[in-house]
């Protein structure tokens, strides 16, 4: 029977609008289960969303839908999203669902008859954003020391599960397993947070305060707080207590974590799983934190990477090497389209699309695309083969530590080799002379084969560029049937086999293309079409209520470098604005000024204030102009 290999992704918050961050782990476990799933594994991988709790009854509320409805338009955004990067997910598991809140009381349930969870009064600061209670000593200015936002002092009944009493235990569990959380520095961040007496968890909320929980099966007063209830979701997937322990998935291969809820799974997690008797995953790994151009991604601030945005521009397998190339697994990381598209124009174009294009191109020309039979080997066929084996052996070990990084520069080692290969033997010159052409036909054989090694190497990493090397290789057997073990010995790809050069798979971005590109992505303008706008009807544009308004105060927003918050005259009303063009106006240039403004735009909230309306500017490069008039008009005249 295949091993099995179970591995997960957070299920992330179905509020926030999915982005570069969310994008990255569950690319991470994407391609570690299609890696195990190459070496003939039974993988489960599991990702999913997170749907209770006070963020999402509040934004319900504010959307004017009850918190089921709301969370069904929402959850939508990441399995789509998941869709277009090629995740393979086994499951998608949502905390609304009846499966999840079935298993979640039963082990409530149970936790409570055994003793491990009891009731008591509590009193504590309260952070209502993030659902936390806090002690005095824990706050940063008398505020919530995770978000910087007010606390407040509530006292009340609670449930607790009594977490302290395994404290010992746990640290036991991390000291003598060294693969249990990664990487190192996580691990000692975990037990120096253990040096402080653990205390017991708070695991209820009072249903008067928040409603949009599972209810305790033991208490109709209470819903279960969101992280109990979170967590649970890597068990539930399977069933009850019993379905886990028979699916055979279970410990955890790998449960994939940002840095950001360590915390929650290193101890909350692990001894929720003692108090179940259950065993701990075989690794937690938490990973660093993706930047972009050096600050935090923020919607206020408008540098969310929008993945689905960088799939259109670049393609999904670029997201995905660069994700997990750009920056070792574990460490911080900071994104900028610039090294994107550095990492195209190198490692993609230049090194990956050239190897394959020259070698397709070759076999076209010297044997018209039919892979040839080869002749005895000489030293350099064994030095490309002992690369090839040795970068297969080193890739297999460097999946057990997640080293995405490491693993591509291995398999980029094997694509220097492979060129090497060809430059050395200058199959040019061989073919030159009926004596060089048995000589030839090795070199083309193996060149094609180092190619076929390589694509399925790549594959759990870029699985439409896998495919598309083995379609041009003239390869029906898809990648997974010829999986881990057609590498293991040399040789595989038939004599005889006719190959298909296609089109370059990776084209160079070149410099003046790439110039427009960041243009246009720094301005946050679209990119230049090939295709005119779509049509619209004059009613279309009589929709638009756009209005004169004079500035009548500026001031820049603090911690924004584009936005400056303005108060206009309509005349008849005034009105704040938000506009982004604080890197090309200062605040006293535009006092007095007249300016268009689109009147009937729906209020919207950006670094916290509300900007009821949007002044008109154009724009080329990083260049704004506001809009405006020759001559005076009056305030709040029609503009069309
Ligand atoms: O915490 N860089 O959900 P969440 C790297 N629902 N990774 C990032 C990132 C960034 N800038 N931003 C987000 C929750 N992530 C809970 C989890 S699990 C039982 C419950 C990734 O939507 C990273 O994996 O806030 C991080 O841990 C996760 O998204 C947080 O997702």
Not at 178 to 183: A, C, D, G, V, W
Not at 544 to 551: F, G, N, S
Request: charged residues 25%.
């Amino acid at each position: 029977m295949s091993k099995k290999f179970y591995i997960t992704t957070p299920i992330y918050y179905v509020n926030d609008v999915p982005h570069i961050g969310h994008a990255y782990t569950t690319i991470a476990a994407d391609v570690a289960a299609r890696y195990k799933r190459l070496g003939g594994h039974d993988v489960f991988f599991l990702t999913g969303t997170d749907e209770h709790g006070q963020k999402v009854q509040q934004a319900a509320i504010e959307a004017g839908k009850s918190p089921q409805d709301h969370v069904d338009s929402l959850y939508i955004r990441f399995k789509e999203l998941w869709q277009k990067l090629n995740i393979s997910h086994t499951d998608f598991i949502r905390t609304t669902e009846p499966r999840h809140k079935k298993v979640v009381q039963e082990i409530l349930q149970d936790l409570h008859d055994r003793g491990e969870i009891y009731k008591d009064s509590y009193e504590g600061w309260y952070c209502m954003p993030d659902e936390r209670f806090w002690t005095e000593k824990d706050l940063v200015d008398g505020n919530c020391p995770e978000c910087g936002r007010k606390v407040e002092k509530i006292k009340e009944y609670n449930y607790f599960f009594k977490m302290g009493q395994h404290q010992d235990w746990l640290i036991e569990q991390i000291q003598s397993n060294e693969k249990f959380i990664l990487p190192a520095s996580r691990r000692n961040e975990v037990l120096g947070f253990l040096q402080k007496p653990l205390e017991d968890l708070c695991i209820s909320r009072p249903k008067e305060r928040l409603s949009w929980g599972i209810p305790l099966p033991f208490d109709d007063d209470y819903v279960t707080y969101v992280w109990f209830d979170a967590l649970i979701n890597y068990i539930s997937v399977h069933g009850s207590l019993a379905d886990v322990r028979a699916s055979g998935y279970w410990p955890t291969s790998h449960h994939l974590i940002g840095k950001d809820i360590l915390t929650t799974h290193a101890v909350y997690w692990s001894t929720m799983l003692k108090a179940m008797d259950l065993a701990v995953p075989d690794n937690i790994f938490a990973h660093g934190w993706w930047t972009v151009n050096g600050q935090k991604m923020s919607k206020s601030l408008r540098n969310v990477v929008e993945p689905n945005l960088l799939i259109e521009q670049f393609g999904v397998d670029v997201i995905r090497y660069f994700l997990l190339r750009e920056v070792p697994f574990g460490l911080d990381g900071d994104f900028s389209h610039k090294a994107l598209i550095g990492r195209i124009n190198s490692d993609l174009a230049n090194n990956l699309g050239n190897l394959v294009n020259r070698t397709l191109n070759m076999l076209g020309k010297y044997f018209k695309g039919i892979v040839p039979q080869p002749d005895a080997a000489g030293d350099e066929d064994a030095l490309l083969k002992k690369k090839c084996s040795e970068v297969v052996g080193e890739v297999d070990k460097l999946f057990d530590e997640l080293a995405f990084s490491k693993i591509l520069m291995k398999i980029w080692e094997l694509l220097d080799t492979s060129n090497q290969y060809i430059n050395n033997t200058a199959p040019w010159n061989l073919a030159k002379s009926e004596e060089g052409k048995k000589r030839l036909a090795t070199v083309m054989y193996n060149s094609a084969e180092a190619v076929r090694v390589i694509g399925i190497l790549i594959s759990p990493f870029m699985p439409e560029t896998g495919d598309k090397i083995m379609a041009q290789l003239g390869i029906d057997t898809p990648v997974n049937q010829q999986g881990l073990d057609s590498l293991k010995q040399w040789g595989w790809i038939k004599a005889e086999t006719q190959t298909h050069q296609g089109a370059q798979i990776f084209p160079r971005i070149d410099d003046p293309a790439a110039a427009k590109l960041l243009a246009s992505i720094e301005t946050g303008s679209e990119p230049e079409k090939t295709e005119p706008p779509e049509q619209i009807t004059i009613e279309d544009v009589m929709k638009l209520d756009l209005r004169t308004a004079k500035i009548l105060e500026a001031e820049k927003v603090k911690k924004s470098k584009k936005l400056i918050k303005l108060k206009v005259d309509l005349g008849n009303e005034q009105r704040q604005v938000l506009a982004g063009i604080a890197e090309t106006y200062e605040p006293e240039q535009l006092i007095g000024r007249t300016v268009i403004l689109v009147a009937n735009l729906k209020p919207a909230k950006l670094m916290g204030l509300e900007s009821q309306g949007m002044i008109l500017a154009g724009s080329s490069g990083k260049k704004i102009v506001l809009a405006g008039f020759d001559e005076a008009l009056d305030l709040g005249a029609r503009v069309k």
